[in-house]
């Protein structure tokens, strides 16, 4: 084992912070042990320096400014834990690559928006370099699987349940029935969703962590702009139950794949087989399918979030840092990274769809709204009518395979029929 | 990129073997993009120099000896696919390691049986390293989840479905009510067993898998003998049954976990609730539950075995070699492995567990098998007695909590009742 320790400087103390430092300091002769050499809490910052995080912190340099702990030369690798794509998180990390520092990071937005730059300042400058496997799905090492593990495959799809928080407001209207703004107040209260819950229910923390790994997947620079987003604040009770009826279950999926067009990236709720790979998963879980064309697929699922679970990604790549094990930031030279392609909306959304119609109740308005699917080039697979009180007739139709653009039209058509009490609902069918 | 290529020696032309020289030589651009550097099939060895295995192999070297090409001054890395515990396997590996050269292989029986002795001389060779990605769960990357991706977690406990012929077997009777010996004929017919069965079906096969990834968790030697190993061919078709009566599926569990009393490593069938992580596990897919204390629980799943997966798997090690990704063999320094314990077979073996009897048709045998646990000390969470049309009726019963060891005291006592009409049989039950 070396004698000389490997000095690591963390800014940031919150859950995952604080965890971190519970660790190195705690578990240090273990973690050493697996970094093959010494490892030492060098230098801190933190909002506060009085706060109790269970962890003595009286021997460690504190700094006030995060920037100058980042390129501070007593410390050998940078571990950024502020958070936010912009400010200071974004200048700590750019301060510690431009001094030659590799830099350990959980921060999702600042990858995904500054991804490529940051991955630019790191190659081109020596010691330098940008390791973020807390930024993606938590604990799960799905950085490394998808990096490292895959090297050698083609991969063709990146797919996954990105977001804790979704998938367990999803899980409780299965399970309790109730509406999505009643089961958000209640995960709020729980400390599962935060006060300003749009960044997890808007699906924005999920297509982050999708345009990650689409840039590792495809080789291409990231293209964070290019991901269609849309967050589960419009799922509906009637969906769900509709879903569970024909075997379904709703999942806020990502979805990267390679086609014949270009890379999709697609950030969605989609209906998914009940007991599918991923309509299997319940509660907080996060899962990633990782599909290329060797292994076929392989898929990781555990805890998404939290201290712990976090903190060992952080370690993880602590340990990478200290063996030397530095890959470029997204698996191939960043010179090499393919451009983003233009146009990425453009590519055809094809597969089958769930459309359910709030029919009138009056003869005929069932056949006008086949006629209207028709006519769109839609084709029926499963239809049903449901019981109902009021006087609107849910129906729920599954379509075979069409695009998108049909199902768009299709859906006008109905509206210009007037037989509908509300506005038709689709979503994608996803056999995951 | 460095102009100075890999010089690949590939030593067995099998399923794997082909697979992996396909990829590297169809898809070397892409490969040496991840590898950062180019990579070049040198030379190959394989039993057979005629067979079309679909790839043009002209160019290449061709050796008659494996061991030569192992040590071979022209190749920089040394691929070992021709399987085996010992023989030619193990020459061909050590000559390799003993020249200062990184080995891949994908030869999980090598590993088992002499796992510490080859990492010792890896570690003591400049230059050598030994990459075994491959002989672990085929093409999910569980070796590199493990060993790096959870460096910074205490590994509390190991456990997965490591075997698919026996995954597709049990799922196979749980589907159709078949006997076990019906069941492997026609896996056999399908190839999805071997003609000679028994490395899968002994649990031989996952008892390998789950020591080495025992010897990464726990940091510890190499302990194949320490396995206690039960396979599947004793798993009755009645069981099958009594266990979907019960929520529960059989799965051949392999479990390394961390006791007061050291580490215990158990292969076994074992009833696990069907809606759990392993019980879920249908067919020949494999699954590797990681648990530790920072992370909670992660588990991968994918396919254990093919070409592709498995080629994916050692084209991931080529390219961590490339990069000059070479961590001790076990996670930490041969040296620091903690040496083996003795009697790990004598760990308590402390769960509920599943009981079956078949009782003779006659009035107050039940109540005697019942005074026959109360007085092992085991208590019966669950009992049933089922329908029957011959002369016994089955029993089956959960205890709660207890040893093994009360349920062979007890086992023994009810055979001294000749209250029934064949032994009683028992399982663990594993919360997985």
Redesign the interface.
Known sequence: ?SEDPLKIGIAGLGTVGA?TLH?LIN?NT??A????RALTVDAIVARDRTKDRGVDTSGLRWFDDPVALAADPGIDVFVELIGGADGVAKATVEAALAAGKPVVTANKALLAHHGAALAELAERTPGASLHY?AAVAG???AV??LR???????ITRVSGILNGTCNYILTEMETTGAAFGDVLLDAQKLGYAEADPTADVGGFDAAHKLAIMAAIAF?RQMDFAGVQIEGIDSVSAEDIVAARDMGYRIRLLGVAERTAQGVAQRLRPCMTPADS?LG?IIGVTNAVMLE????????????GA?G??T??????D???VA???T??TF???AA?LAPIAKGGADIPDEGAFYLRVMLKDRPGTLAEVATALGQSGVSIHRMRQHDHEGDAAPVTIVTHRCDLADITAAKERIVALTVCTEPPVSMRIVES
Request: negative net charge; proline residues 8%.
């Open positions: 084992m965890a660790y578990e273990r973690i042990a697996r970094a093959g496997e604990g799960i090492p490394k699987a490292e593990g895959m090297a050698g495959n083609g080789g790979a299997k290329g064309d060797a292994i076929g697929a392989t898929i990781l699922t555990g805890p939290g712990g679970p903190a060992s990604a952080v370690l993880a602590i340990v990478d063996r030397g094990n890959p470029p698996g191939i030279a090499d």
